[in-house]
């Protein structure tokens, strides 16, 4: 069951990577640069761990996440937004300090979280943007993205933290974006009609 649940979580994924990309083209989605940045080199980190942890399917989500995750941050120097504010730099700091910590510890688990923490340094900046501009960003693609992780991390088969941390916490992370996003247009909305 675990190799459905991966094959369907990688089908998802990439259904919505062209919606994201052709928004970008178009100029209608404006990633944050940081934040890809950061998600690039997690999502590098975070296959590299799946793949030390013996994952099995697991690994295709997760490649998968990464591989987009390199392309949108590619896109943003041309399309997107932020990169050097303060705080994107805070994020990156912030970022820095959870990948350390993840090569310093020797625990899987202490690891991961150092990884989810530096994961959500960017989060924070993208549903930051994501309030203040909802139109910014491809909601098709936010949900794709939250569903395809939630399927990855039903794909691990097997009730083990270490490889449910990751694609339990990207769930998480996604969909939060798309709460951001519905409370910016009501936010929005509210703020024009006062005016």
């Known amino acids: 069951m675990e190799q459905w649940f991966a094959i369907i979580s990688g089908v998802i994924l990439f259904a919505g990577a062209p919606p994201y990309f052709i928004d970008i083209l178009k100029g209608k989605t404006k990633p944050e640069r940081a934040t890809w940045f950061i998600w690039s080199v997690l999502g590098i980190i975070a296959l590299v761990s ?7 399917w ?6 998968m996440d990464a591989l987009g995750s390199v392309l949108v941050f590619l896109l943003s120097l041309k399309y997107g937004v932020g990169g050097w504010t ?9 970022a820095a300090g959870g990948v350390v910590t993840s090569f310093m510890v020797k625990q899987p688990i202490p690891a991961l979280v150092g990884i989810v923490l530096a994961d959500m340094s960017g989060v924070v900046l993208t549903v930051r ?5 909802p139109k910014s960003e491809t909601t ?20 083990s933290l270490v490889l449910l941390i990751y694609p339990v916490y990207l769930t998480v992370a996604n969909y939060s974006v798309l709460i951001a996003q519905g409370l910016g ?6 703020d024009t009609t006062t005016r």
């Open 185 to 190: 247009y009501v936010f929005h909305r509210q």
């Open 140 to 159: 098709i693609t936010w949900f794709f993205i939250g569903t395809a992780s939630l399927l990855g991390a039903l794909s691990v088969g097997r009730m």
């Open 86 to 94: 303060r705080l994107d730099k805070i994020a990156l700091i912030i």
């Open 129 to 133: 943007k994501t309030f203040l501009d």
């Open 58 to 63: 697991s690994i295709l989500f997760v490649g």
């Open 50 to 56: 799946q793949v030390t942890e013996h994952g099995a």
